[in-house]
């Protein structure tokens, strides 16, 4: 992160459930907010209320538009806004869009609507009016166990505060949890949060058979299970004493494509190569 966005999350970090109106004053200061608030959406670190800014009509929906009106499976006004696309030259705005008589609400229902179809394409943006903005699961476990600081910054100490503050009530949280459930089975875990690695190596092999892994299981499945109570570096230590002791096996992804960028991020970064991300029982 940089510095801008460092600040941003922080301020947010001393608001109410870590969440605050987009619009508040304790965000006016910033300079390009949008820009930074789409850097922190992108890594899925902070979430905000969004809106369609622009569409597209696709192929497929030029193609319906040329069907007999008794083969068009897509409601009349549907097909209305389809044709208001269909003339723009590339994208255009939903609030350019006939019938004038739609509201807001009415004409963005159904943009979602042949969005979900595949006739158009939308672009979201941050929502204009009465936006929220907040922090993300993953943006609390990304400050909570992977944020590494460097370099110099200048931040105040009420910010400081907030993520002192929040990291006292995080740890606090994981302190007081004693157990966790594994796909209906009830794993024990004691008032320290200890885990044997024969329990892990147990929890591998049920996770491995429920979900199908065919011995390749994704390291984010053990994540969400084991953290919390564990830490992200608990478990990292314990995956690397069961791969010492040839218990299991790590390998890196090739094609993250098909995951998700919260997914491919829980795998083990390595100095070297790509990140270790399956995990195989011997």
């Known amino acids: 992160m940089d510095t801008n966005e460092l600040k941003f999350i922080l301020k947010l970090l001393g608001c109410k459930d870590y969440s605050s109106s987009y619009s508040a004053s304790i965000f006016s200061s910033f300079k390009g907010k949008d820009k930074i608030c789409q850097s922190l959406g992108q890594r899925e670190l902070i979430d905000f209320s969004r809106e369609i800014a622009t569409v597209k009509i696709l192929s497929p929906g030029q193609a319906l538009l040329k069907l007999d009106l008794k083969e068009v499976p897509i409601k009349d006004k549907e097909r209305q806004v389809l044709e208001s696309i269909s003339k723009a030259s590339g994208k255009i705005v939903p609030s350019k869009l006939?019938?004038?008589?739609?509201?807001?609400?009415?004409?963005?229902?159904i943009l979602k609507t042949l969005s979900e179809k595949g006739l158009i394409e939308t672009e979201l943006k941050i929502k204009r009016i009465k936006?929220?903005?907040?922090?993300?699961?993953?943006g609390i476990e990304y400050l909570r166990d992977d944020y590494v600081p460097k370099g110099a910054a200048n931040i105040s100490l009420d910010l400081l505060n907030n993520y002192l503050r929040f990291l006292r009530k995080t740890l606090s949280i994981q302190s007081e949890q004693v157990s966790t459930r594994v796909s209906g089975n009830q794993l024990s875990v004691g008032?320290?949060?200890?885990?044997?690695?024969?329990?892990?190596?147990?929890?591998?092999?049920k996770l491995d058979k429920e979900l199908g892994a065919d011995n390749y299981l994704p390291i984010f499945h053990l994540r969400q299970?084991?953290?919390?109570?564990?830490?992200?570096?608990?478990?990292?230590?314990?995956?690397?004493?069961?791969?010492?002791?040839?218990k299991i096996d790590l390998s890196t992804l090739l094609d993250p494509t098909n995951y998700t960028t919260e997914e491919f991020?829980?795998?083990?970064?390595?100095?070297?190569?790509?990140?270790?991300f399956f995990i195989s029982v011997y």
């Open 98 to 109: 006939t019938p004038k008589s739609l509201k807001a609400p009415e004409k963005e229902e």
């Open 265 to 276: 991020q829980a795998g083990i970064i390595q100095n070297v190569g790509g990140s270790l």
């Open 191 to 205: 008032t320290n949060t200890s885990i044997s690695d024969e329990e892990i190596l147990e929890l591998l092999r």
């Open 225 to 246: 299970q084991l953290q919390p109570p564990l830490s992200r570096d608990d478990v990292d230590k314990a995956l690397y004493r069961l791969q010492a002791s040839d």
């Open 131 to 138: 936006a929220e903005v907040w922090l993300t699961q993953r």
